[in-house]
């Protein structure tokens, strides 16, 4: 980074941690197919980033990668300028260009066939080739340049960068070969592995390897070896009996598209703002999801099956107490997290007794962020600007955490829980 950006400004990392940059709270960004853009204060220029992966044993310095042909068909005053200020290779030019009708590019702006000017940056770290490209509008805005220019170099790139999703899921693959070789082993559509009879979604394992490239195995392997395990149980273990299990039931929070689209099987109830509660037996280093045919051999109601796993649910945290860091006064913002992470630990936020508790802390009202199945951040409703800054931070975790649940606030009052609203 050689350009310390101010302490208001908002942080983004694309979704592999490849790299990281800091922008103005003014620049809104938006997504196409997966590209960043970040728009200037009243259309004053967009500037896109778009990063590949090159998996090839001789990688090119960025002035080869970098295709102005391709680029802008039509241009003219094209010059190379000075390049971003950082220790990877990187090169830039900047110059003039007209968009044809059939132009995909954010056609919102580009209404009329003008000379518009333009900026592009080619920087290269390890695999990673990263372009940006700075478009202004159709009168041309010096300072949003100089800003784009400002943001860019504010790139911090990850000492190793992550593996692309198919590269880590063919790593994984070999992996599960490597390890299991009796076992029939695949890759399947939408992220998935087979491994013998089971189906294994890598989307959580690849969220823990990004930030953490040099421990793939570590990650995986522990996670493949239950599944085989699992796989060997008897019908004692995958049908146990309810006095069996009683005492290790809890309720898991989950988002409840992913319930609907992938596990419908699973018992569960649809909750707020997007989320739904399904259940599970606790098991030593695991859990596992109650399903629907299972309830039905039990002779329980979902009902009852809810408020079993709620009374286990503070019992749960009776015998480990949850360890809270609680900043703010009395007179000021407060804002309360959990210490440690625990996989029920967003779940307790469906417990009448935990609201109880944090209500001697912030009130009848107070607001609540679930990125992740491990940790929430509650934070008083008496200061807008804190809640709008914990919803920021809670978007950018949500992105990034192990087990993602929700990207929205929570609003906790003596009512009950519902979706956070702030007033217009």
Known sequence: MSFTPPDHWHSYANPALWYSLWHPPTWSVEHLREIPSF???????????????????????????IKLDQMFPQRRNVREVKPLDMDQPSVAFEGETIFGIRSPWWRRILRRRKWRK????????????????????????????????????????????????????????????RHFPLLDSSLLPDFQLKLGPSQINLFNFYRSYVAAPLRLEQIVLPALTTVVQVQGWGKSQTEPLLDDVRDRILPMLYPEHVWHERFAKFVGREWVAGL??????????????IRDDLLDTWGMTADELHALALANLDRYFDERPMEFTVAGSD??????????????????????????????????????????????????????????????????????????????????????????????
């Not at 784009?148 to 590269?167: H, S």
């Not at 599970?280 to 695991?286: G, I, K, N, R």
């Not at 008496?382 to 931070?393: F, I, M, P």
């Open 39 to 65: 728009v200037a204060p009243d259309g004053g220029g967009l500037l896109t980033l778009s990063a590949v992966w090159l998996d090839q044993d001789s990688l090119p310095h960025p002035r080869d990668h």
């Open 118 to 177: 333009w900026r592009a940056w080619c920087v290269r770290h390890d695999n990673v080739i990263l372009l940006a490209v700075f478009l202004q509008t159709e009168v041309h805005d010096p300072e949003s340049e100089t800003v784009a220019t400002m943001i860019l170099n504010t790139l911090q790139f990850a000492d190793v960068p992550a593996l692309p999703t198919e590269k880590f899921a063919q790593r994984v693959l070999e992996l599960t070969q």
């Open 276 to 289: 739904a509660v399904l259940y599970v037996v606790d098991e030593s280093q695991a859990y596992w999801y």
């Open 331 to 424: 007179e000021g913002p407060r804002l309360l997290l959990p210490t440690r992470p625990d996989a029920y630990n967003s779940a307790r936020l469906l417990s009448q007794t935990f609201h109880d508790k944090l209500e001697e802390i912030f009130g009848q009202e107070f607001a609540v962020g679930t990125p992740s199945r491990d940790f929430f951040v509650a934070v008083s409703t008496s200061n807008q600007a804190t809640v709008d800054h914990v919803r920021q931070k809670v978007g950018e975790d949500f992105k990034q955490m192990d087990h993602p649940l929700s990207d929205r606030l929570l609003l906790v009052t003596r009512d009950g829980v519902s979706e956070y609203v702030p007033w217009e």
